[in-house]
């Protein structure tokens, strides 16, 4: 059951009523040693959202480009300094600054430098994209993950998280097979 957060107009919604997931909760790629602390998952005046702190160590990237078709994400560079691209447009990224990552718009942020790269993402409506994020880390996120694995999650989380490297219309047929012949060996995460 969620209450207000004391002193605002917020529910405090720190168990998910689906999981019961407690908040923080970090996951970490233990590939690449990047890491994303789920901080908070709410409901306000501007709908529902959860709050991400990700941390890049240097010379890693985020994986390949991904887009919300439904979420906006409003991302604030908390230390270090990263190249963003959202849009086939790269722009460098600094501690102080924010940026918009309108919904269904293709992005990445890459850790050139050699100090970590930190950034508070809120992301509106989040959908179940905490649990993409989770099940993909599972399997091994930036080493070599199960490919079938990866479709089954990409599958299941299509409303949240997609990757652009083709259009939709070929990346869901091919995904629904894959999912189907992930869960038909029991690779399946989700």
């Known amino acids: 059951m969620s209450t207000l957060v004391s002193g605002t107009n917020r ?3 720190t168990k998910n009523s689906d999981t019961e997931t407690e908040y923080p909760m970090t996951v970490e790629d ?3 040693g990047a890491r994303i602390t789920f901080v908070e998952r709410g409901l306000d005046d501007g709908g529902a959202y959860l709050v991400m702190e990700a941390v890049l160590p240097p ?3 985020s994986g390949p480009a991904r887009l919300h078709p439904q979420a906006e994400a409003h991302s604030d560079v908390v230390d270090g300094r990263g190249i963003v691209t959202v849009d086939d447009e790269e722009r460098i990224v600094s501690a102080g600054e ?3 990552i309108p919904a269904g718009a293709p992005h990445s942020i890459r850790n050139a430098n050699n100090r970590p790269l930190v950034v508070r ?5 989040p959908g179940e994209f905490e649990s993409a994020i989770r099940a993909l880390y599972e399997l ?4 070599r993950p199960d490919p079938l694995g990866v479709a089954a999650v990409l599958y299941h989380h299509r409303e949240d998280v997609r990757l652009s490297v083709a259009p939709w219309w070929i990346q869901r047929p091919s995904l629904r097979i894959l999912a189907g012949v992930a869960s038909a060996l029991r690779r399946s995460p989700v």
């Open 140 to 143: 091994g996120a930036g080493g």
């Open 121 to 125: 993402t809120t992301l509106r409506p």
């Open 98 to 100: 924010s940026l918009v």
């Open 30 to 32: 233990a590939s690449t």
């Open 11 to 13: 529910l405090d919604m």
């Open 59 to 61: 010379e890693t990237d």
